[in-house]
């Protein structure tokens, strides 16, 4: 089956510091890449549509200029989490989408703990 | 606003028992549904996917079941182990092709006791 790798798998950073995490398609190429969030004992909750050489869409109440989201290629997006703080301290995962429609693999998660 | 219920939230039973988990949406106009399992601190494990024209699905010990018309589905696991302890989650993605990201709910917690 698909896989979908996330680097690091945890990470902790100083509040005030930039967090790059990796989301990578090892076997198949995906145009649409997804990143969600989750808080302890909530469930995920979309933050962002990744698309291959475009702007990433954002929902609603996710900063756009906190998360930066590039998707270069057709097997890597990154998320970078600008100026963290401890709020932003979470289980984020990403997901991509193949050329089967509305089946999308999920990454097995980075952990984030901002200090 | 899409938006899925799981019910209950949180479910212990002996081993061997029988159980099955709700999941509801507010939302018909949807492409599939999914539901996954969660182990503590881990990613998502993918357990079954039914497409908006098929009724149910089946794997091993499990069984997924949609009605879409009423905004329902449930999860049946026969048998159940305690390897099957897990978080369960449901999840919808709207109508579109499955181009966009899914609406999850909050899961159920589920313990099976040894």
């Known amino acids: 089956g698909a896989v979908v790798s996330q680097h690091p798998s945890r990470v902790i950073c100083k509040s005030g510091t930039s967090v790059k995490i990796e989301c990578r398609s090892l076997?198949?190429?995906?145009?649409?890449m997804f990143w969600y969030r989750q808080f302890p004992k909530q469930s995920l909750m979309l933050m962002a549509t990744?698309?291959?050489?475009?702007?990433?869409?954002?929902e609603q109440g996710v900063e756009k200029d906190k998360f930066l989201i590039n998707h270069a290629s057709l097997t890597l997006s990154t998320l970078t989490v600008t100026s963290a703080h401890p709020e932003d301290s979470s289980f984020y995962i990403c997901?991509?989408?193949?050329?089967?429609?509305?089946?999308?693999?999920f990454g097995p998660g980075t952990r984030l703990l901002v200090l | 606003k899409q938006e899925v219920t799981q019910i209950p939230a949180a479910l212990s039973v002996p081993e061997g028992e029988n159980l099955v988990l709700n999941c509801s949406f507010t939302?018909?106009?949807?492409?599939?549904l999914q539901w996954f399992r969660q182990d503590p601190g881990k990613g998502l494990t993918s357990l079954l996917l039914?497409?908006?024209?098929?009724r149910e699905q089946t794997s091993g010990r499990l069984n997924a079941s949609l009605d879409k018309s009423s905004g329902r589905s449930t999860l049946y696991i026969a048998a159940s182990q305690p390897g099957d302890s897990a978080t369960y989650l449901c999840?919808?993605?709207?109508?579109?092709?499955?181009?966009?990201?899914?609406?999850f709910g909050k899961g159920t917690h589920l313990i099976i006791q040894p």
């Open positions: 076997d198949f190429q995906a145009t649409t």
């Open positions: 039914i497409q908006s024209s098929q």
């Open positions: 939302d018909s106009a949807i492409y599939n």
């Open positions: 990744s698309n291959e050489g475009s702007k990433a869409t954002y």
């Open positions: 997901s991509a989408r193949d050329l089967i429609p509305g089946t999308q693999y």
């Open positions: 999840a919808v993605s709207p109508s579109g092709g499955g181009a966009d990201g899914l609406t």
